[in-house]
């Protein structure tokens, strides 16, 4: 029985992923129909040029089904969730409609906020548990581009989830399987979620607090010194929440965000930067709340968020001194 999806999102995550599956059905490997939620803009340009994905296995451009949410049905055996943090609530709204009696949702964002407001709105019997590794960007003209070889994607059964749930994310690793994904369907896929969380936010949290790649970082007297921190907070969380980082997941965070040749910076530097929204709120501040609760030290994680919102405060009142005087 053919596997339907709808991607809620065609950017780097949802384009990368929904397309590979996409791909591998076009080909006649798998039995599954993959359709894309994209707003007006994403839709024309997708009809105009197909969905085009370049790596270092190749480029690849193909035509996709894509739909803007006045064209939902009831046909959807799973949604998966690529949308940014802060776009969730406005990804609720859309694609509500395409939500049937069966449909499974698998959210890949990054942290783990979105669980609980997506639980609540949908209830836990149709929340998977998933998340991905990629470092991709989206291009002004709309090709998605992979800018390393990390292009994973973690998924699996969370407590309460609907009975026929198994069935369709075993479906979903088949199809996968003929795909370049690496592709993971796991038994305890809320510890994986953790591990990339904890990287991720520590990760996130030190690039915008120094505006730098992690080698610059490293160059300095103590940037090592305060990474090492910022991921011991970061460790504190997930202890607490009942999930302690495995010690190879330890040691080889620490490899990585202490590497001095490393010119890695993460996504949300990047948006910083380009003066892009970011998803602050839903990764560092939302970590340093639940270290916080833990009743560990969060003073690296509470300076970062503090450099975020005082960001965002700066460009308010820039955007609105500009205004007054163009009047």
Known sequence: MSLKILVVG????????????????????????????????????????GLRIESSEGSITLPVKAVQHTELRWEYDLVVLACKAYDLESAILSFYPAIGPNTLILPILNGLAHLDRLDAEFGVTRVLGGCCHLNGVLTPEGVIKLLSELHGITFGLRAGNAAHARAVLNQLQSAFEQTPVRVQHSETVLQGVWEKYAFLAAFAAMTCLMRSSVGDIMSTTDGKYLMLRLLAECEAAARHAGYPLRASVIEHNKKILTDKN???????????????????????????????????????????????????????RERKEATKKSL
């Open 10 to 49: 065609a950017g780097a995550t949802g384009g990368y992923f929904g397309g590979q599956l996409a791909q591998a059905s076009h080909n006649g490997l798998t039995d599954t129909e993959v359709t894309f939620l994209v707003r007006p803009k994403r839709a024309d340009i997708l009809k105009e040029n």
């Open 262 to 316: 490393s010119i890695m910076t993460s996504s949300m530097l990047r948006d910083l930067e380009s003066g892009g929204r970011n998803e602050g709120e839903h990764i560092v501040n939302d970590m340093r709340q639940r270290v916080l609760a833990s009743g560990s030290d969060a003073t690296l994680l509470t300076l970062a968020w503090t450099h975020l919102q005082a960001r965002e405060a700066r460009l308010a």
